[in-house]
């Protein structure tokens, strides 16, 4: 796998925690959302002009792919509203990667190197063992509602990373990114005007202009560099190192959150590095 292809993953999952944890302490999370999505499209739309639109060829699974983030994006914000951040973040993207070892193998057909599928089954080996460190095991069993949440996040993550990971071979991915973050806030603006009204959206906006705009440039561009990241390479190798965001999502909590990074997490980082490494070596 490319080291530049790495780089811009590595970059991106920065600033997908990022805005993450921006939301996760946000109020109105859907309207926080749908804002930030808005703002971050206008900001990149000049994009669209110097590149143009996506190739005809690719418009029929660009349309399903908006419409699954559609429905991420607002799984994610019911899940961060009835979960905790430092449980529905890391095992919605440390399940991804499972489903998308499945999709790339059976699906695409992608031929994984011997050296390559170690270093997947290392990373995914990595996530859960950081992710089995965020989760309370008696309160998920009485409240299983969040782990299932979480799941269905990696399953959409999969099947939208599938698609868009496809279609970026066969056009521009900066095109692609711009215009599929530019539709989600339209299709979705009369849902949201029909559950929220206008006046209760305008008050979010003025009351948190600087949160918004992060949280929606960062999301564009986290994904932007990750659709760069996806023609370069085989979709199974790049879609799994995206989620070593899962390990800047635990940093945040120890920075930010003052929580214990511990021995797991540290054990966690360590596998979940081994197996990035080996992915860049013999991927």
């Known amino acids: 796998m490319p080291f530049f292809a790495i780089f811009l993953l590595l970059i991106s999952a920065v600033f997908h925690t990022s805005w993450n944890f921006l939301l996760k302490n946000s109020e109105n999370k859907f309207i926080v959302i749908w804002w930030g999505l808005l703002i971050g499209s206008i900001v990149f739309s000049p994009l669209l002009i110097y590149y143009g639109l996506p190739q005809p060829q690719v418009w029929k699974w660009f349309l399903v792919s908006v419409l699954i983030e559609i429905v991420y994006y607002i799984s994610l914000s019911i899940s961060y509203q009835i979960e905790d951040f430092s449980i529905v973040y890391p095992f919605a993207r440390g399940s991804a990667p499972v489903f998308l070892l499945l999709w790339s193998t059976f699906i695409l057909k992608e031929e994984l190197t011997p050296g390559g599928l170690v270093g997947i089954i290392a990373l995914i080996s990595g996530l859960f063992i950081l992710t089995s460190g965020s989760i309370d095991l008696k309160r998920s069993a009485k409240r299983p509602i969040g782990l299932l949440m979480a799941t269905f996040l990696g399953f959409l993550i999969s099947i939208y990373t599938v698609i868009d990971g496809s279609m970026v071979k066969l056009t521009s991915p900066i095109s692609y990114a711009a215009l599929l973050f530019f539709c989600i806030p339209i299709l979705t603006f009369p849902l949201m005007m029909q559950t929220f009204g206008w006046r209760q959206m305008k008050d979010v906006i003025k009351a948190q202009p600087l949160r918004v705009s992060t949280i ?3 999301s564009v561009l ?32 120890w920075l930010v ?15 979940l590095f081994a197996g990035l490494l080996c992915i860049g070596i013999f991927g």
């Open 257 to 271: 959150l003052k929580e214990s990074f511990g021995k797991r997490r540290l054990v966690g980082s360590i596998v």
């Open 222 to 253: 986290a994904y932007l560099l990750t659709l760069v990241a996806y023609q370069t390479t085989k979709i199974g190798y790049s879609g799994s190192v995206r989620e070593i965001s899962v390990v800047f999502g635990a940093l945040a909590g």
């Open 216 to 218: 929606g440039i960062f």
